[in-house]
T-cell receptor, first 111, second 115 residues
Framework: SQQGEEDPQALSIQEGENATMNCSYK?????LQWYRQNSGRGLVHLIL?????REKHSGRLRVTLDTSKKSSSLLITASRAADTASYFC???????????FGTGTRLKVLA | DAMVIQNPRYQVTQFGKPVTLSCSQT?????MYWYQQKSSQAPKLLFH???????NEADTPDNFQSRRPNTSFCFLDIRSPGLGDTAMYLC??????????????FGDGTRLSIL
């Protein structure tokens, strides 16, 4: 399977703490994207990082990409209860418009 | 607001009875995708359209079909649903051009239950 792997599978933290989740993938990529999914809803795009970028920030989100290790991490700083959701990475390959999603991390932020 | 809308939100149907799920978009995006997501799993791509060009995934079951009559609408037809097809079905769009992929915009999904 070309599916990416994410770890941890589940993460439970207190409000105000930072949350870090990791994504590993198997093939060369064009870009990597992170999505959030609230229970019973569709996915919401958070951030896109291209293969020639190493780090990207958006508000409380920080994403890193290491193409030599085929891995990425998503850091959410100062987490809030509203950040409770599942987080998925998705990789895109050059020459295609297809995305392969990772297995996801279920984040629970306790108030 | 521009968005991706899926109907219905919930669908219950009998084993073997054909069902159609619909997706519409106001984003004027050229690519539309259908994903299947089972409980606590990652979305799995079934097929996608680049404009009118249909691209099927190799492991998509034969009884799953799709139609895209125009830019705005896309349908997922399941000819003879089995119990294993119970899942959330997600529609997504993106505006693809050049060599770099673009973010996808998802609808809220149709939760399909086969009895």
């Amino acid at each position: 399977s070309q599916q990416g792997e994410e770890d941890p599978q589940a993460l439970s933290i207190q409000e105000g703490e930072n949350a870090t989740m990791n994504c590993s993938y198997k093939t060369s990529i064009n870009n990597l994207q992170w999505y959030r999914q609230n229970s019973g809803r569709g996915l919401v795009h958070l951030i896109l990082i291209r293969s020639n970028e190493r780090e990207k920030h958006s508000g409380r989100l920080r994403v890193t990409l290491d193409t030599s290790k085929k891995s990425s991490s998503l850091l959410i700083t100062a987490s809030r209860a509203a950040d409770t959701a599942s987080y998925f990475c998705a990789t895109g390959r050059a020459g295609t418009y297809k995305y392969i999603f990772g297995t996801g991390t279920r984040l629970k932020v306790l108030a | 607001d521009a968005m991706v809308i899926q109907n219905p939100r919930y669908q219950v149907t009998q084993f073997g009875k054909p069902v159609t799920l619909s997706c519409s978009q106001t984003l004027n995006h050229n690519v539309m995708y259908w994903y299947q997501q089972k409980s606590s799993q990652a979305p799995k791509l079934l097929f996608h359209y680049y404009d009118k060009d249909f691209n099927n995934e190799a492991d998509t079951p034969d009884n799953f079909q799709s139609r895209r009559p125009n830019t705005s609408f896309c349908f997922l037809d399941i000819r003879s649903p089995g119990l294993g097809d119970t899942a959330m079905y997600l529609c997504a769009t993106s505006r693809e051009f050049g060599r770099f992929n673009q973010p996808q915009h998802f609808g809220d999904g149709t939760r399909l239950s086969i009895l």
